[in-house]
């Protein structure tokens, strides 16, 4: 059911771990739902320079969380911002319709952790452009 | 990989066929094809062998071969009884009894009666899954039709008390049905004594073939057909007989309550072992269901911090198979109905583990998930956020 890319990045996952002192932190989910996922990132002259992630979840949102923490960083946080679900699930080479609901989760742990520099900078928090355009798939956790 | 080795430790999903069974039924195929309904010779060993299936099923259960109707399996017999006895039954009342933790060839059945203007009584369960007789006498009324409880839940593993149940059932001359399939080969079952009505089994849960049921209408029940056609099955359930399936019932159904005593003592044994270990060496894991009333090969466990089906993915990667009730895995984002019944937190439910045990496995598979599954857990814990805030390390079960 899950593709190779998937299952790689769930039995490797790249960039597990916190970032001591983070320069934005993005917690994103609810146990209740039965995933949650912590990005966290490390900010100089506006690149990520390091991004690392902590998640309770599935195998869809782990390999989520390790994609997506591989495709922020080295970027910007205007390009990182731009990383979007489908990008996420395209890397994996594709996520079950069920489960495209991880690689929302981890747009938005994205979003967050930026934004949670962002405030620490002093500045306004980006707005999601589309906060429900994302592709959830058949099913989004209501709780 | 390769020859990978393979641990299967999910008999409650399914089992393979035994030898003797595949035995038994090969000569169905291709040697005695014959419809049972025609009346040459060819056409007569497959009846015979339908009756002798029969005969078998019956002795299994303490039922009379009139008694038993073979269906196409599990599915198919709740339907039946419980469609067919509300229908049958509709001038006298529409209130069905049934339990929270039925298995849904059961709920669904039920929801759907709702919309046909049946009112359903879903009964709670306590911290162990059991279902209160109590409650049960409680919850009937002058238009209860019907009373449906299983005799052992398929994801925790608790036996109900039927007979109990059943006695209630009686004396309200209401009539009783029992989702009986996880329960056959590894509980004595006697329908006479246990006061049951109707019976549900299904024959690949007991090392049969897939695709064959039964279902055992006690003589005097007020039943509508469910799959009208031919007069197959004394004019109750048409269609052809699955005439090979019928025979390997009849063989699997025979040899899983030969020695149900002798199978429970080494199943059970290897289940304790592991259960024990387990826990002893897996902090904040916890059983769930009835620690003594549980069918033999089950083991239930939660394991908080955690999400079951990456647990299932790395067990699968080291050759184990196994299951969950989290709901990543089910198709839907709720996590199982049963763990939520017994009071079991929705996170922790998530974090669910359910390995039942065959004739397969050996002492040797029991020690390979004793050392694998601590790795596999702790692996999941050390990238979970939920274990560092907890910032619990190391400590004791909970129970």
């Not at chain 1, 591989?70 to 911002?81: F, H, N, P, S, Y």
């Not at chain 2, 025609?38 to 009846?47: P, T």
């Not at chain 2, 004394?234 to 052809?240: E, I, L, W």
């Amino acid at each position: 059911m899950y593709s190779d890319k998937v299952m790689d990045h769930f039995k490797n996952p790249r960039n597990v771990g916190e970032i001591e002192n983070a320069s934005g932190v993005g917690e994103v989910g609810n146990p209740v739902c039965g995933d949650i996922m912590n990005i966290y990132l490390k900010v100089e002259n506006n690149v990520i320079t390091d991004a690392k992630f902590k998640t309770f979840g599935c195998g869809a949102a782990i390999a989520s969380s390790s994609m997506a923490t591989e495709l922020i960083r080295g970027k910007t946080l205007e390009e990182a911002w731009e990383v979007s679900n489908k990008a996420v699930a395209e890397a994996l080479e594709g996520l079950p319709p069920i489960k495209m609901h991880c690689s929302v989760l981890a747009e938005e742990g994205i979003h967050k952790a930026i934004n949670d520099y962002r405030k620490k900078q002093g500045l306004e928090p980006w707005v999601e452009k589309n906060p429900h355009s994302h592709e959830h798939g058949e099913t989004t956790c209501r709780h | 990989m390769g020859s990978k080795r393979i641990i299967y430790m999910d008999h409650s999903a399914t089992t393979y066929v035994r030898k003797e069974v595949v035995e038994a039924m090969a000569p169905y195929h291709a040697e005695h094809f014959g419809n049972p309904s025609s009346i040459y010779s060819i056409a007569r060993e497959s009846k015979k062998a339908i009756d002798a299936a029969r005969k078998q099923a019956a002795r299994a259960l303490g039922a009379e071969p009139d008694e038993i109707y073979f269906t196409s399996g599990g599915s198919e017999s709740d339907n039946w009884a419980i469609k067919g006895v509300a229908l049958a039954n509709r001038k006298k009342g529409n209130h069905i009894i049934t339990s929270k933790i039925e298995h849904h060839a059961v709920l669904h059945t039920c929801e759907y009666l709702e919309k046909e203007g049946f009112t359903v009584t879903y009964l709670p369960v306590d911290q162990y899954g059991l279902v209160d007789p109590a409650g049960l006498e409680e919850a009937i009324t002058d238009r209860t039709v019907l009373i449906s409880i299983m005799y052992a839940n398929n994801e925790i593993g608790t036996i109900e008390p039927v007979a109990e149940l059943g006695a209630i059932a009686r004396r309200h001359k209401i009539p009783f049905h029992t989702d009986a399939v996880q329960a056959v080969g590894n509980i004595p079952i006697d329908v006479k004594s246990q006061n049951i009505d109707l019976l549900s089994l299904s024959s690949h849960k007991f090392y049969g073939p897939k695709g064959t049921g039964v279902l055992y209408i006690r003589k005097g029940i007020t039943i509508d057909n469910l799959i009208h056609g031919g007069g197959q099955e004394r004019r109750r359930r048409a269609g052809t007989e699955n005439i090979a399936g019928i025979v390997g019932l009849g063989k699997a159904i025979e040899l899983a309550t030969a020695d149900i005593e002798g199978h429970n003592r080494r199943i059970r044994a290897l289940r304790d072992r592991l259960l024990n270990g387990i826990l002893a060496k897996i902090p904040h894991s916890r059983l769930n269901g009835h620690p003594e009333k549980r069918l033999p090969g089950n083991i239930n466990i939660s394991f908080e911090f955690i999400e079951g089906e990456s647990m299932l993915l790395w067990l699968d990667d080291e050759g184990i198979c196994a299951s969950t009730g989290s709901a990543c895995t089910s198709g839907s984002l709720e996590p199982s109905h049963v763990l939520l019944a017994t009071g079991l937190p929705v996170e922790i439910s998530h974090g669910s583990l359910r390995l039942t045990l065959g004739n397969v496995n050996t002492d040797a598979d029991v020690d390979f998930v004793i050392e694998v599954l601590p790795k596999v857990v702790s692996r999941l814990r050390e990238m979970s956020p939920l274990y560092k805030k907890s910032g619990k390390e190391g400590g004791s079960n909970v129970q």
